[in-house]
């Protein structure tokens, strides 16, 4: 059994964080909140895959994970939250109050700075020993927004550190050029618009996802606005972030099922066949109970709910994790239906795909209309109009050197990052680009 770690990062990932160890831990029956005592036991649960037991407490366990937020807001979050007790580790939750008065201010130069000194040294200290008490490692996960300060500028520096200090062997299943690191994925909530909190947004998004691209092996994109209409479209009237996290949570622990659940390695390790081209759009199908055996590939994606602001595009590599009634049967039925049907880039030869219908029992959010449910990881061109738009937006400031200033000399960060960064950025969008056939 693979072990997993977690970090979540800023206010974005620490609320993400909460929403999905609650649902971790009803997932993997954890003792304290089990309804089932019969249940409790470590081997049918697979708990070792996400917490370590404790040492001196029996039927104790810890999540894996850390929390990082630059307010304080942070402690009283994951204090609040219904089994913090013995979910959380004291130790794990840190925030920067503790060592200094400092905010991030929505700002990536200042988030990046905040780790330096003690306070980053505790925080690496704290990875370290998680890392230390697995017996074999699987990956580490992170979950941020791009457009916070925190979300942006701290992940990003954390993110550069530990893939320098951390080495793992070379894992490339394609043979494509994939970069490895400890941290595997990142799920990163991309700004839009009509969420944006700071007019920032555009640079922290960019330049951090400069330095997350060459760190980190896929970035699993969501964003805001694509969020609320799937909440919509599942139901729920007026959503907000409690609503939007949930489905984030449900994807996530789909899409790292088959590692806590079966032997198969972990979509995050799998998707990307390119080191330019790692920006993987999420998405999911409810099937409520439409039998499957009667829908074509096209009535099954004309249902597709995307959590992205996504348009049409070719397949590069897909993922589809099942989780519902399904059967064997199915998932060869809809890999038959995959290989006539789907349109995959020709860049790839044979379609990369898989599938699976590995997974805990299903704990759907109250108020969805849920119940057998695809989830799809597409590695997809269709990304390429999002990114397009940021870089538009990223150039428009930058060309009259707006609010530089801020992140240069409030946040201390060098000017030529940000050309670095706008580069890089350019340079996925003509690597999707090179898809299009
Ligand atoms: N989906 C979701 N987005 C959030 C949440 N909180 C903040 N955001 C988004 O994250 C961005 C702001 O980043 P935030 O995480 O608040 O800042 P940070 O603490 O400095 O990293 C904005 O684009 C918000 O729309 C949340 O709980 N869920
Ligand atoms: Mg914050």
Sequence with gaps: MKELIFLHFGNCGCEIGIDLWNLFAKEHKLPSCSLDPGQQNNSINNLSCLYDESIRMENVYHARCLFFDTDSQIQRLTKASSRSQSQFKEENIVSPIDYADY???????????????????????????????????????????????????????????????????????????????MIKSCFSIFPTETYSTSILEPYNAVI??????????????????????????????????????????????????????????????????????????????????????????????????????????????????????????????????????????????????????????????????FSNVMHIANNTTSITSYLENLLKQFDLMYSKRAFVHWIVGDGGFEEDGFYEAREQLATTIECYSSFHN
């Design 208 to 369: 951090a996802l400069h330095y997350i691209h060459d760190n980190v092996q896929s970035i699993f994109s969501y964003d805001n606005y694509a969020l609320s209409n799937a909440c919509v479209e599942s139901g729920i009237k007026n959503p907000n972030f409690k609503e939007m996290n949930h489905l984030i949570s449900q994807n996530i622990s789909t899409l790292t099922s088959q590692i806590r659940f079966g032997s198969l390695r972990d979509v995050c390790e799998t998707l990307p066949i390119s080191y330019n081209a790692n920006i993987i759009c999420n998405s999911f199908v409810n099937l409520q109970d439409t039998s499957m055996t009667e829908l074509s590939i096209k009535d099954i994606f004309s249902r597709n709910t995307s959590m992205n602001m996504a348009n049409n595009g070719v397949t590069i590599a897909m993922n589809i994790a099942m989780r519902g009634d399904f059967s064997k049967n199915h998932t060869s039925l809809l890999s038959e239906k995959l290989k006539t049907d789907w349109k995959f880039s020709n860049e790839t030869e044979k379609a990369q795909y898989q599938i699976s219908n590995k997974g805990p029992e299903n704990v759907y959010p109250e108020s969805f209309n």
């Design 103 to 181: 905010d991030a201010s929505s700002n990536f130069g200042k988030g990046y700075h905040i780790m330096s000194g003690e306070m980053w040294d505790y925080v690496k200290e704290r990875v370290r020993k998680m890392v230390e008490n697995c017996d074999s490692m699987g990956t580490v996960l992170v979950t941020h927004s791009l457009g916070g300060g925190t979300g942006s500028g701290s992940t990003s520096s954390l993110i550069y550190d530990l893939a320098h200090e951390f080495q793992l062997p070379m894992v490339s299943k394609y043979g494509h050029d994939i970069v490895d690191t």
